[in-house]
């Protein structure tokens, strides 16, 4: 079975992606999973059995994209002002623009918001699994880190499950991707 794990950039698409691949034995589609299902066929080259489409809360991936812009100017340049700065507004569109293309075009995706799986990453693997009709996942990995993601410390996981505080600007020696070393 292929499955495909869409959403904007900074919305925890990677982290979700290696969460399923850890604890299921599906492939994969590793490609290009920021794409409006409009805006192209799947760049991919292929349809995928199951889409699983992320989405975080607003207020959250407008901090992530300000904070971690990294590819964002590239992909997504009508988000930016020349100067670089974000267009808030904009940039707002196009998340709720994103979230009901694919909500319209793949009604029978499974959706989820990246909080409530940071939450209880179990939960959501079990609801993976009885919509893609796949074996009960025995919940042994669960990553911390994965490539081009925030790291999931204690206090990023406070702040996306609204339990702390979590100031514009770097905080506990995060930097993205990895820990800086101490």
């Known amino acids: 079975m292929r499955v495909q794990v869409v959403g904007l950039q900074r919305s925890g698409t990677n982290w979700i992606q290696d969460l399923i691949a850890r604890n299921f034995d599906v492939t994969m589609d590793r490609g290009f999973k920021h794409f409006l299902p409009g805006e192209t066929t799947n760049p ?5 059995d199951i889409y699983v489409v992320v989405e975080k809360r607003l207020d959250h991936w407008l901090n992530s994209v300000y904070r971690w812009p990294v590819d964002m100017p590239k992909c997504r340049p009508e988000c930016y002002h020349k100067d670089g700065s974000l267009r808030w507004v904009r940039a707002g569109a196009i998340h709720q623009i994103f979230n009901r293309a694919w909500r319209k075009a793949r009604p029978n995706a499974l959706f989820v918001r990246y909080e409530d799986v940071l939450d209880k990453p179990a939960h959501f693997l079990e609801a993976l699994a009885i919509h893609a009709g796949l074996p009960e996942p025995d919940v042994t990995e669960i990553p911390d880190n994965v490539y081009m ?5 204690d206090t990023c996981r406070d702040y996306y499950l609204d339990r702390g505080e979590f100031a514009m600007g770097r905080q506990d020696g995060m930097t993205h991707g990895k820990q800086r070393p101490k």
């Open 44 to 48: 991919n080259g292929h349809d995928a």
């Open 149 to 153: 993601s925030l790291p999931i410390t």
